[in-house]
């Protein structure tokens, strides 16, 4: 597999999302998520992308014992302050503080069974934190070699500048996909003037775009999307005739929804990873194949045009207070 630079770290040219082996999307299946996980080492897919949210906890855990004695063939991303426990997006649900910077990540490394990160986000922007203070904690832990690279996630481009300007940011993670593009507004070209990666999550619109399902009635009923605005009443609707425009187009391609949607993201530039998220093997495979899917400009032009802005903000009204800051 090829592969692409988030600043200057290297990675594969797709990576893993492993969030939904162990929280939000409904049922999940260790042995399959261990499985799968197995196998994208085996398809060249080393970038995997996790969080101490997610579970909370579970998923790194899940993580360590997949990766026991192949820790060296792939490239672990990780996140804090985000403290699911806490109520709501305000005060000390999200804790950028120094002491929480070295805390969560020794609890990460223990959890995921490894002496380093390769790459540790900040998951949310704690707007009671300066950043330079977070970013001046990261920056002491790569010294330690306890981190590689850090990175932010959905960070306004002046954060992202103030945080460069302390210590080199390797990363920025953010929703993007045909369904989510307002990254392309500002946040990429500040990333692209400081020569930092995009690490693009959800590119298949959580779903909608990867063809597998044509209502929310065959969500699990725990799955945390039924409660998010896309996938609600009429922006449901709406977002499933968009999502039926890429299926066609695939379809005239002679590829599948997620591997159209999966080539359109990687075809916006080489500094771009998306990180589709999956708990089995038969997807992570479909995704894979999105590699081999060559568009033309015309193709890229054409994809764009069809497929218009989806119905809904893509986090309910408090998740959105924590994007863009």
Same mark, same amino acid.
């Given at each position: 597999?090829?592969?692409? &630079?988030?600043?200057?770290?290297?990675?594969? @040219?797709?990576?893993?999302?492993?969030?939904?082996?162990?929280?939000?999307?409904?049922?999940?299946?260790?042995?399959?998520?261990?499985?799968?996980?197995?196998?994208?080492?085996?398809?060249?897919?080393?970038?995997?992308?996790?969080?101490?949210? !997610?579970?909370?906890?579970?998923?790194?855990?899940?993580?360590?014992?997949?990766? @026991?004695?192949?820790?060296?063939?792939?490239?672990?991303?990780?996140?804090?302050?985000?403290? =699911?426990?806490? /109520?709501?997006?305000?005060?000390?649900?999200?804790?950028?503080?120094?002491?929480?910077? =070295?805390?969560?990540?020794?609890?990460?490394?223990?959890?995921?069974?490894?002496?380093?990160? /390769?790459?540790? !986000?900040?998951?949310?922007?704690?707007?009671? +934190?300066?950043?330079?203070?977070?970013?001046?904690?990261?920056?002491?832990?790569?010294? @330690?070699?306890?981190?590689?690279?850090?990175?932010?996630?959905?960070?306004?481009?002046?954060?992202?500048?103030?945080?460069?300007?302390?210590?080199?940011?390797?990363?920025?993670?953010?929703? !993007?996909?045909?369904?989510?593009?307002?990254?392309?507004?500002?946040?990429?070209? +500040?990333?692209?003037?400081?020569?930092?990666?995009?690490?693009?999550?959800?590119?298949?619109?959580?779903?909608?775009?990867?063809?597998?399902?044509?209502?929310?009635?065959?969500?699990?009923?725990?799955?945390?999307?039924? +409660?998010?605005?896309?996938?609600?009443?009429?922006?449901?609707?709406?977002?499933?005739?968009?999502?039926?425009?890429?299926?066609?187009?695939?379809?005239?391609?002679?590829?599948?929804?997620?591997?159209?949607?999966?080539?359109?993201?990687?075809?916006?530039?080489? /500094?771009?990873?998306?990180?589709?998220? +999956? &708990?089995?093997?038969? !997807?992570?495979?479909?995704?894979?194949?999105?590699? @081999?899917?060559?568009?033309?400009?015309?193709?890229?032009?054409?994809?764009? /045009?069809?497929?218009?802005?989806?119905?809904?903000?893509?986090?309910?009204?408090?998740?959105?207070?924590?994007?863009?800051?």
């Amino acid at each position: 597999m090829n592969r692409r &630079k988030l600043g200057d770290l290297e990675v594969s @040219e797709i990576g893993l999302g492993c969030m939904g082996m162990s929280a939000f999307y409904g049922e999940t299946d260790t042995d399959e998520s261990i499985a799968t996980l197995h196998r994208a080492i085996e398809l060249g897919i080393t970038f995997l992308d996790t969080a101490e949210l !997610y579970g909370p906890h579970d998923n790194e855990e899940l993580l360590g014992r997949a990766l @026991e004695g192949r820790r060296d063939e792939v490239v672990i991303a990780t996140k804090f302050g985000v403290k =699911r426990n806490a /109520d709501g997006p305000a005060g000390r649900a999200l804790d950028g503080t120094p002491a929480n910077v =070295r805390q969560s990540l020794e609890g990460s490394l223990r959890r995921l069974n490894t002496d380093h990160v /390769d790459l540790y !986000y900040q998951h949310r922007m704690d707007p009671d +934190t300066p950043i330079e203070e977070t970013v001046g904690a990261l920056a002491e832990l790569v010294q @330690e070699g306890k981190i590689l690279h850090y990175g932010l996630s959905e960070a306004a481009p002046e954060t992202i500048r103030r945080a460069h300007a302390v210590h080199p940011v390797a990363a920025v993670q953010s929703e !993007y996909s045909l369904f989510t593009r307002d990254v392309a507004d500002a946040v990429l070209p +500040t990333l692209r003037e400081l020569g930092i990666g995009l690490a693009a999550y959800s590119p298949l619109g959580r779903g909608f775009l990867s063809g597998r399902f044509s209502s929310t009635d065959a969500l699990d009923a725990d799955d945390w999307r039924r +409660t998010q605005p896309r996938f609600q009443g009429e922006n449901a609707e709406r977002n499933f005739e968009l999502a039926g425009r890429v299926a066609d187009l695939a379809a005239e391609k002679g590829v599948t929804p997620a591997q159209l949607a999966l080539a359109w993201v990687l075809a916006e530039g080489d /500094d771009i990873v998306p990180i589709p998220g +999956t &708990k089995r093997r038969s !997807y992570l495979e479909q995704n894979a194949g999105a590699l @081999e899917v060559e568009l033309s400009a015309d193709d890229l032009e054409q994809i764009a /045009d069809a497929i218009g802005a989806p119905a809904g903000t893509r986090y309910d009204a408090g998740g959105m207070q924590t994007l863009n800051r």
